[in-house]
Every structure is written in structure tokens, then in C-alpha cells.
């Protein structure tokens, strides 16, 4: 029997509110562990804030934050699955269904091209015309579909940066710059403690698709002795939550590293995701 | 450390004693306003904001858009957005309440008009039964990025930029 897209259509609906109303396990634990070590009056208060947000969020399924973001989908396609283009729609529509029950705020930009850039005719009413950008298609053994719906605010994208690196053949070289980019993101950010996903690739798009899949699917409770280093280092900063100060600038990183090109550049792409970041749900059918 | 609570308008008796790092909740009519809307606020006459009803003395100034999915603090060092701190703090605005570093002109802008720089946490949800009522006071055509008179109950806050004094600024010496 084939997938349902009506099955696909809800699950999607489905994953886009939990994601914009909860926190996953994941980021709640890193929460846990970042009140045990922090000691600063005002961090701790920030911190509390977000984990009673997050109660209150889930408890009342009310979105995190009012930047609901821009939905973006990873898709996972099972290689014995029959997945076709009215199940892509279905999708599409899971998506805008989803919008208007969490509901996400409407933020879509009317006009033509030059019209949209300027902003000068106005915003949609309706929060699901917040359209996401391409599907993320990725290949998986079985027969079933995953789709992991994440939500990106706006605050990170200011101080995401994806650029080149001059390894010179040791990842200590690119280790310190991530962590110097995320040093000066969360000076800049305004929402941490942070967690920072980081991929690292060939070209732009590849890093930038590496790193949502880090979003996506890394783990914040299992951290890499990397992703450890790099937390570390932009901790020593100072910044802490907010900005306020204090030892947790970030409560984790998320790194994931791709096919490499023959080249002293690698290409990495590090967003300092908020502190109610990363907003994810996966949901499984077939 | 208890909040300071204050009430807007908030009176210059009211700022004198506070202080970088200090934690307030602040009550009262406030506006929201971001990107599309501060610097058509600040192009506007006093005679066009009483037209409309808008007081900035002794006001409030929350760098957030206002929607079905609540209210939350935007990023205050956006160029619009800092561009209008120092023009509205010099036509009565106490207090500009965002998130994330300024400049080291807004700060010195902050200190000669005697207003401050708080921040508070994207609490959208815990927000929620703290909006008491909201409404459009100007630019109705610019959707969430209008400008908004917000009634309110306790937002909490931390004092980030007062005095000629920076929260950011000590942390990144440190650092």
C-alpha cells in the first residue's frame, strides 16, 4: 500500500506546531546542565525564563517565541518507498496547515520582486503564507518517509556566516575559527545561550545543507570531545545569556562534517541558533 | 535581587535610582514598534503623534512586532531600530526594551537623554497573560509592524545600558 498523503499532510501539521511550541528532551538537558554550572544572578534568571517559557509554551501549545521562523523541511525518503510529487504537496500543505494552528506569525511579504525586497507593499494577514524555502531530500533504507520540520527566527540568520577557512591541515585551525565566529555572534545575538550548528563541507550550499542537518539531527545530549571544544571556547567569552555575562553563552554545539575537497579551504557554515533553538519534530510515515 | 516595578509614565524621579543590571518589571501602557514603523515615528511632529493620541514622555518603547503568535523582543541593534534610539529617548522615551549589544553612540545617546537600554528574554508564551490589551496606534497598513499600544503587567526586564554604562561593554572586557 502506498504512503497517504492526507497521513503525510497531517503528520506534517502535526510536527510543525510541536516544533514551534516545545522544547525536545535534548535541548531541556542541556538546560539542566548549564543551570548546574552557572553561578551569575542575572544568567540564571534569563535561563529560568526560557525553561518557564518552554512549560508554559507546551503546557498551552502557544508558540516559543513570537518569530515563529521560516519552515524549513528535511526530508528522508525510505529507498523502497513510493513517494511521488502529490506527496511533496501534501506536504507543502501539512506545512501551511501547520502555520495556522500553531498559529505562526504572518510575516510573508507581498509584492513582486523588487516590491518584496523594498517591503513597500505590506505583509500577508494570513501566517500561512510563510512559505519554506526547497525541501532537503535525503535517501534512507526502509520503505517509510521521515520529515523533520524545523523553524529558523530571524535573530540567528543575522549572525549566521558561511565562508571559507584556510585549514592549513589541522582542524585546530578550523576549530578556533568557528569558535571566533561564535564568539562574536553571541556578543551580537541578543537570545542565548546558544546552540551553534556548524557544517562544514565543499561549497557554500553543501555547508549550509550540512548544517541544517546538524540542526536537524544532532544530539544535544551526547556531545562530540569537538563539539565540547568548541562550546568551550566561545564559553570563555563571557558573554552569557543575554548578554548579561556568565559562564553559558552556549549550551552546546552541533557539528557535522561532510565530503571534503582536495584544497587548503574548507567551507563551513555556523549559525548561532537561540535559545529556544534548535525547533525541531521528526514524524515518521508509511 | 528584587525588580524594581515601575508604572509608565514613568517619572525622572523614577530612573534616578537605578542602575546597570538591575531587574525591573514595568506595567502600564507601552509601545511596540520595530524595523518598518520607529523611523516613521521619528519623522513624525508632536502635533501628528497627539493627533493620533501618542505620548512619548516618560514612555516605553518595546522593540517587538505584535501578532496572532504573541510578542517577543527583535534584535535592537537592526539599523532602524537603533537608529531611532537616540531621536525618541531625546523626545521622552525612558526606556527602549529590546535584545542584544548597541553601539557605543546609543549608549552615549542613552546617557544624554538620561533614558536606558533594558532587555527580557523571547518569553512569547510567558508573555501571554501579560498583555492585557493591544491596539494599533499609527500605521495600521504595516500589519505586525505597526506601531502598537500595548497595556501591560510585569514585564520583566534587566537593565542592560544606563548611565553611560554598558552590561555588553563589562562582559566583553572580561572576555
Known sequence: MGISSEKLREATAEALVRAGSSFTPG?????????????????????????????????????????????????EVGELAE???????????????????????????????VQRIEQSQGLSLHSEDVIPPAFSVKRIPGDRVRITVLLLGGGPEIRAKTYRIFHKHRLETVVDEVAQWGIEAVR???????????????????????????????????????????????????????????????????????????????????????????????VEVG | MRPVCLETP???????????????EISGVIYAGRDAVLPKIVAMSDAELAARGIDLEGSVIFHTAVSVAGVGPTTSSKIEIEESIAPLSA???RIHLGKGRLKADS?????????LFAVTTPSTALLTDRILATEIAAFPELGMEALYRLRVD?????VAIFHGESIFEQQAQRG
Open chain 1, 83 to 113: 513517494f511521488g510529487g502529490a506527496h511533496l504537496g501534501a506536504i507543502t500543505e501539512g506545512i501551511a496547515e501547520g502555520l495556522k494552528r500553531l498559529p505562526g506569525r504572518p510575516m510573508a511579504v507581498l509584492g513582486d520582486e
Open chain 2, 154 to 158: 510585569r514585564i520583566p526586564a534587566v
Open chain 1, 188 to 282: 551580537e545575538l541578543g537570545c542565548t545561550p546558544a546552540v551553534v550548528a556548524v557544517g562544514l563541507g565543499r561549497t557554500h550550499f553543501e555547508a549550509t545543507s550540512l548544517m541544517l542537518e546538524a540542526m536537524a539531527r544532532g544530539d544535544l545530549e551526547r556531545q562530540t570531545p569537538l563539539e565540547q571544544q568548541i562550546t568551550e571556547k566561545i564559553n570563555a567569552g563571557g558573554s552569557g545569556p543575554l548578554g548579561l555575562g556568565g559562564r553559558v553563552s552556549v549550551l552546546a554545539t552541533l557539528v557535522n562534517i561532510g565530503p571534503q575537497r582536495a584544497s587548503g579551504v574548507r567551507i563551513a557554515s555556523v549559525r548561532t541558533c537561540c535559545g529556544i533553538e534548535p525547533r525541531r519534530a521528526t
Open chain 2, 107 to 115: 549608549i552615549r545617546a542613552l546617557h544624554a537623554h538620561a533614558s
Open chain 2, 10 to 24: 514613568i517619572p525622572p524621579e523614577a530612573m534616578a535610582g537605578l542602575h546597570v543590571g538591575d531587574f525591573l
Open chain 2, 91 to 93: 523626545r521622552g522615551v
Open chain 1, 27 to 75: 535541548l531541556r538537558a542541556a538546560y539542566a546542565r548549564a543551570l548546574e554550572v552557572e553561578t551569575d544572578e542575572r544568567s540564571l534568571w534569563a535561563m529560568r525564563q526560557f525553561l518557564e517559557n518552554a512549560d508554559v509554551a507546551e503546557r498551552r501549545t502557544l508558540p516559543l517565541c513570537d518569530d515563529t521562523g521560516i519552515p524549513h523541511v528535511l526530508l
